[in-house]
Every structure is written in structure tokens, then in C-alpha cells.
């Protein structure tokens, strides 16, 4: 296969840490071509996407004293050049949130690829899986989401009114605010009734009523973790636990949190399994679901992360899985 990754810059990713990098790996491992690029150098010509691809090697990170290291240098990179992306196999839209104007703008760059999406099921003539489905990326804001499954949520208000904020405040005494554009636990805020700061965190927050944001019940499980869990064409195929550092309430990792081993649920199952249909029919290949005490609170479909860290601490290769997965979908 010939596989394109839009990427962060490639010299600022984490060999050790980034799930990019880690399914990268895995398909120079077994014999594919890889290629990258950013959202910069992306561009339509004669209506079609090209990209400013450069072949590149990843060379794979090994386990030492239970930790991943990775070799110096980890990847190499040969000379661009302007290619359409149709002549490629797979096209894996990889770039970090925020979904800012440029990311958006790049995806409708990529509706522009001869591609197919659409459930994931290949149309007459076409080759090229752009993965996850750009329309899919647009219409499933990672937080905003997640309210297609109120069953399996705690209870949840998005607003930009204060006064509404604080009711909810007051009815569930202890509450989370999350921005909808953040990753990685940015501007995620706990409050409570009582804090003399309430009103101020909200005006910032909200842009002073300009800017919805979510609210959620606080879940006292979170202190035990945060469950992410990766779903691959609507299954699930690995998960981690994410734990708060002393004196946090975010498991995020770049939040500071811990990672440890975790089995997968019946009632998770169960979330996955609602979720499925849903995934499949927006075209979301590959995404990440956060689970707190048996509650969904996120989907993360931009670029989620954990492979790493559920390599690791399973002894798996969640990469490979992914891999032959692709091969067999593109595979005449």
C-alpha cells in the first residue's frame, strides 16, 4: 500500500508517545510506502488534491526496562514532491486539533481526492480511502458528539449563558467546564457553587456570553481514571487508563496523568456497540472514546492517542492490527 499521513511537523512528534508515529511505524514494518505531508502543502490543481509528499522511513522504537526508546535519528525523509493524493492508497488526515479555519479549510481540500468513504464501503471506480472521512471530521466535533448518546452521558449542558451555567453548578454541586474546541484537557475547569471565582470563570470561558461551552456533571470515578478507548471501524481493540496526577482532576496525559492497564468493560462494550453504526456511517475509521465510571464523555476523531501507551503496558501492536485491517479493505 502507499500511505499519505497529514501531519504536525514531524521533527516536533514524540516517537515514544505519538499514536501518528506508531501507526507510521507499523506500516514501514510491513513493507508500505509512507509518505507525509502538512495541511500546508496541500493544493488543488485541475480539480484535484495534490500534496507536497516526502517518502519517509520511520525506524521503530524498542522496549527497555518497560519503557519505549526510540533510535537517533527515528526517521528519515527524502525530497518532496507535488503528487495527487488519488495516486495514493490510503490518505490519513493525522494533524493535532484545534479544528482551526486552515484544518477545516483542509479537509474540504480533501473532498477533492478520488476517494471513498461513504460507510467505509469502496464505490465503482474508486481507490483511495481518506481516512478519517473529512465530511466525518466537520459534522463530529469531539465534544459536541458525543450528545447523539445521551443515555450513556452524564448529565450535560452546552451553553453560553451564565445564568444557565450557574443552575446547572447549583443542581449537580460539583461540575466540569470544557471548552469545544480543546484537546489534551485545555481549559478544562472545575466548578462548584461555592467558588468566588464562578462568575469570573465563566465570563472568561464564554467570551463573556459569545462562546457556548460544555458542562457536565463531575464524576468522582474520575479519580480512578479515564478510560480511553480505541475503536477501529467501530470495534473496540485496546484501551488504557488514564489517572490523575496528585492534586488534578484531569487523566489527560498531556495533563500530567498516569498511564496503567485496563480490561474492557461490558457496559463499554456496550458503548461501542452504539456507537458503531454511527461511526461507520460518517466514516470515522479510527477514533478514541473516553469512558469515566461507565459514562461516555468524549469521541475524539481528529487524531486520537493511547497506542503507545496500550502497546506497552499489553505487549500488542495495535499498529499492525490497523495495517492489515487497511490491506484487506483495499485489496481488490
Known amino acids: 500500500m502507499k500511505l499519505a499521513f497529514i501531519l504536525d511537523p514531524l521533527a516536533g512528534l514524540d516517537p515514544t508517545h505519538d499514536t501518528t508515529v506508531a501507526l507510521m511505524e507499523a506500516a514501514c514494518q510491513a513493507g508500505h510506502e509512507v509518505f507525509t505531508t502538512t495541511i500546508a502543502h496541500l493544493a488543488i490543481q485541475a480539480g484535484k488534491c495534490y500534496a507536497r509528499l516526502s517518502p519517509t522511513q520511520i525506524y521503530p522504537v524498542r522496549l527497555v526496562d518497560g519503557q519505549w526508546v526510540a533510535p537517533q535519528p527515528w526517521y528519515a525523509v527524502e525530497e518532496p514532491r507535488w503528487l495527487p493524493l488519488e495516486e495514493m492508497d490510503v490518505v490519513w488526515m493525522r494533524t493535532d486539533p484545534p479544528v482551526t479555519p486552515q484544518y477545516l479549510y483542509a479537509t474540504y481540500l480533501l473532498d477533492y481526492v478520488d476517494c471513498w468513504f461513504e460507510s467505509l464501503s469502496p464505490a465503482k471506480g474508486k481507490r483511495t480511502l481518506v481516512l478519517n472521512s473529512p465530511r466525518g471530521i466537520r459534522s463530529a466535533n469531539e465534544k ?7 443515555e450513556v452521558m452524564p448529565p450535560t449542558i452546552v451553553t453560553s449563558d451564565r445564568q444557565q451555567i450557574r443552575q446547572f453548578v447549583a443542581q449537580e454541586e460539583k461540575a466540569v467546564l470544557k471548552p469545544l474546541g480543546g484537546k489534551g484537557g485545555e481549559g478544562i ?20 456570553g459569545k462562546t457556548p461551552v460544555m458542562v457536565q456533571r463531575f464524576l468522582p470515578e474520575a479519580k480512578l481514571g479515564d478510560k480511553r478507548i480505541i475503536l477501529l471501524e467501530g ?3 485496546g484501551a488504557v487508563n488514564r ?4 492534586g488534578e482532576f484531569r487523566g489527560n496525559m498531556a495533563a500530567g496523568g498516569t498511564v496503567a492497564a485496563t480490561a474492557i468493560t461490558e457496559r463499554e462494550k456496550y458503548i461501542c456497540q452504539l456507537l458503531a453504526p454511527h461511526l461507520l456511517a460518517d466514516g470515522l475509521f479510527f477514533v478514541g472514546i473516553d469512558v469515566i465510571g461507565g459514562y461516555l464523555t468524549e469521541v475524539n476523531v481528529t487524531s486520537p492517542t493511547g497506542v503507545r501507551e496500550i502497546d506497552r503496558l499489553h505487549n500488542v501492536c495495535l499498529g499492525k492490527v490497523v495495517m492489515q485491517k487497511l490491506a484487506a479493505k483495499i485489496s481488490p
Open 144 to 150: 459536541l458528539y458525543a450528545l447523539r448518546f445521551l
Open 189 to 208: 475547569l472545575f466548578l462548584t457553587p461555592a467558588d468566588p471565582n464562578l462568575n469570573s470563570i465563566i465570563e472568561i470561558s464564554t467570551d463573556r
Open 235 to 237: 470495534e473496540p481493540i
Open 243 to 246: 489517572i490523575p496526577s496528585q
